[in-house]
């Protein structure tokens, strides 16, 4: 017998050999019928594999996380198999799950691929998955793993093989078709109900540019054709939001090929909104004790080798710039704390000057692939609301609280009220992903820990998500279409400060280490107002929008009395404009809809006789005619109801 753990903690006896099927059958009828895939002691397992010692077992279905990603690992096998069945002679290379589907990469020879191909790969996908063949995973030698790909001339396949150890090798059998994998999948192909290949497109071979071109194929699969339905009118519903379409038609950014791939061109909409939202942090950083610093758009060398960064990613960001002095070489700043580092180590500081608070709103330049950039989300020089804050063991506890309640204004500020928080931990398996002791990381994980919980944070804990110098906390947000995005990060670092030998001297006289919290509540200007156009699809919250109103006089004999509202509104630092053209007003109407304006003041003879504005929201409801104190009251009470003072 062996004794088995289950998720609420309850140890049961099993056979020896049996399977976590066997396991779910003998709790419930339901829970077997619904089980797609499960983990046995940290190891992702096929519901078939026999367990032979005691270990800790979890059952995933369609509702858990790790249940998807093996039902769409799954479904990229029957993909993969439709494909090699339609176009003879491809070369398969991977195909794993995503966070919302799955992809193959694929090289296809002499074949070619488009959106017109798509319901054929769909039809033949589904048909392969009505034949409920059941998937089996199968060890293999490595000389036979690659004696069958080299006959196939499969070089993609063999050099992934090459990489691997004997004794270690699977391969995956359903239907006819074979691949090399892992593990992880569902029962049988007749789970899968609805296939959608969503679309294609270029991948290098290993994201490496020097090596072969591939055709990456995105598709997703369900297990009832109702949930895929409803997820392509989800689809839809975000290209209306796209934030490249909406800051287009906004006039808040573009980009430029002369000026270069990812490096956005702020318009002056956009450059306003920036700047509000810069204030608004600005303003809470003060309350709570921020300096603000400015450091340049470039460092030393020298620099990013002390902080780890240049050993840890050099070889992927910009190259040096070089100066006419020998050997003297400088790059463009990827992060700021380095520089901050040295801010710090300005002069000596005492335990009664900390905690030190420095924050900027600096501009970093990191080198990503073209194939990789997208809008203002992936870009090659974005805004870091950036700062650092050296504090003492003592104070750090306090200070994390802090920097969450600042977070958490910022998200609620902006209408993000859905999120859940994430402790990035180390993995413990691969200690040389990381610098430091391993007694300085437990003492800053525990600290994060420590302080979600103190704040009663909903939070998880995310073994491997780290970064490299420190564990941190990241807000984890659903938008308004329930995608989930990271927005804000906190990090508590001991390392850089023992890199950059900063220091304090302590009530004792000696000199003392500082630890060193990260905080970047928005993270990038660039992709949080790409986040923040698609959750609100362009509607603004009404203290952030450019423009919160537009006059639209009836006729050209209306314009001076909608100049006299426009400079009322103004007195109330409302923003607003007028819209004089020679046009009609159900057209000018119909334009301040399609931009996004709040309110539209229609002014005529009426409102001109009785001094009063016609007012319309956006969306079409008719607040009727007010005069212009109680339109400034109005809009003052709706920017106080979601811009709380910190």
């Known amino acids: 017998m062996i004794k088995i753990t289950l998720p609420d903690g309850s140890i049961k006896e099993f056979a020896k050999g049996s399977t976590p099927m066997d396991i779910a059958k003998s709790i419930s009828e339901g829970l077997a019928r619904n089980v797609i895939s499960a983990k046995f002691n940290d190891t992702t397992v096929e519901t078939v594999t026999p367990l032979n010692e005691d270990g800790a077992l979890v059952l995933y279905t369609w509702n858990d996380k790790e249940g998807k990603k093996a039902f769409w690992h799954s479904s990229s096998h029957i993909v993969a198999q439709a494909l090699e069945e339609l176009y003879p002679g491809i070369k398969l290379t991977i195909g794993p799950a995503i966070e919302n589907g799955f992809y193959y990469d694929v090289d296809f020879g002499e074949h070619t691929i488009s959106e017109k191909d798509f319901a054929s790969i769909e039809k033949k996908a589904l048909e392969i998955a009505r034949g409920k063949h059941d998937f089996k995973l199968r060890p293999i030698s490595k000389a036979d793993a690659l004696s069958l790909y080299k006959s196939q001339g499969n070089e993609y396949k063999v050099e992934l093989i090459e990489n691997l150890e004997d004794g270690s090798i699977t391969f995956c059998d359903h239907d006819t078709f074979t691949d090399l994998c892992r593990g992880g999948h569902i029962p049988n192909t007749g789970i899968v109900k609805a296939i959608k290949i969503l679309n294609v497109a270029g991948a290098y071979w290993r994201g490496d540019e020097n090596k072969p071109q591939l055709t990456r194929v995105y598709g997703i699969s369900f297990p009832k054709q109702k949930e895929l339905t409803e997820y392509l009118a989800l689809i839809e519903e975000a290209k209306k939001r796209d934030h490249r379409k909406l800051g287009k038609e906004l006039e808040l950014f573009t980009f430029s090929q002369k000026v270069g791939q990812g490096l956005p061109l702020w318009l002056p909409k956009g450059a306003a909104l920036r700047e509000r939202l810069e204030n608004f942090l600005k303003k809470a950083q003060k309350k709570a004790g921020y300096e603000m610093v400015v450091t340049p758009h470039i460092g030393q060398k020298e620099l990013y080798e002390t902080s780890g960064h240049y050993a840890k990613y050099g070889e992927d960001s910009f190259q040096p710039i070089k100066t006419p002095k020998m050997d003297e070489e400088f790059l463009l700043k990827p992060m700021n704390c380095p520089h901050h580092c040295e801010v710090y180590n300005f002069k000596p500081h005492s335990y009664k000057d900390l905690p030190k608070r420095f924050a900027e709103f600096g501009t970093v330049y990191r080198y990503e692939q073209s194939g990789e950039l997208h809008g203002l989300t992936r870009v090659r020089g974005f805004t870091q609301d950036d700062a650092h804050i050296?504090?003492?063991?003592?104070?750090?506890?306090?200070?994390?609280?802090?920097?969450?309640?600042?977070?958490?204004?910022?998200?609620?500020?902006?209408?993000?009220?859905?999120?859940?928080?994430?402790?990035?931990?180390?993995?413990?398996?691969?200690?040389?992903?990381?610098?430091?002791?391993?007694?300085?990381?437990?003492?800053?994980?525990?600290?994060?820990?420590?302080?979600?919980?103190?704040?009663?944070?909903?939070?998880?804990?995310?073994?491997?998500?780290?970064?490299f110098y420190g564990p941190k906390l990241d807000f984890m947000v659903k938008d308004a279409l329930g995608r989930q995005w990271q927005l804000g990060t906190i990090q508590v670092d001991y390392n850089l400060p023992e890199?950059?030998?900063?220091?304090?001297?302590?009530?004792?006289?000696?000199?003392?280490?500082?630890?060193?919290?990260?905080?970047?509540p928005f993270g990038s200007m660039e992709r949080f107002i790409a986040l923040l156009l698609e959750h609100t699809g362009g509607n603004f919250p009404l203290w952030l929008i450019p423009e919160q109103a537009?006059?639209?006089?009836?006729?050209?004999?209306?314009?001076?009395?909608?100049?006299?509202?426009?400079?009322?509104?103004?007195?109330?630092?409302?923003?607003?404009?007028?819209?004089?053209?020679?046009?009609?007003?159900?057209?000018?109407?119909?334009?301040?809809?399609?931009?996004?304006?709040?309110?539209?003041?229609?002014?005529?003879?009426?409102?001109?006789?009785?001094?009063?504005?016609?007012?319309?929201?956006?969306?079409?409801?008719?607040?009727?005619?007010?005069?212009?104190?109680?339109?400034?009251?109005?809009v003052t009470k709706e920017i106080n109801s979601t811009l709380k003072s910190f």
């Open 499 to 520: 890199r950059f030998e900063l220091t304090y001297k302590g009530s004792d006289n000696e000199l003392h280490r500082p630890i060193m919290i990260h905080r970047a």
């Open 550 to 634: 537009i006059v639209l006089p009836v006729s050209e004999k209306h314009e001076k009395y909608a100049e006299k509202v426009l400079n009322s509104l103004e007195n109330d630092e409302i923003r607003a404009l007028v819209d004089d053209r020679n046009e009609t007003v159900g057209k000018k109407i119909r334009e301040a809809e399609m931009n996004k304006i709040p309110f539209m003041l229609i002014v005529g003879e009426n409102e001109e006789a009785s001094n009063t504005i016609s007012v319309r929201r956006h969306g079409g409801e008719d607040l009727g005619s007010i005069s212009l104190e109680q339109f400034s009251d109005l």
């Open 390 to 467: 050296f504090c003492t063991p003592d104070q750090l506890d306090e200070e994390f609280k802090n920097v969450i309640d600042l977070s958490l204004y910022v998200l609620g500020s902006l209408g993000f009220d859905n999120f859940t928080a994430q402790v990035s931990v180390r993995d413990l398996d691969t200690p040389d992903k990381y610098i430091g002791s391993v007694e300085n990381w437990e003492k800053a994980e525990n600290a994060i820990i420590n302080a979600a919980k103190e704040k009663g944070l909903d939070f998880i804990i995310e073994k491997g998500e780290a970064a």
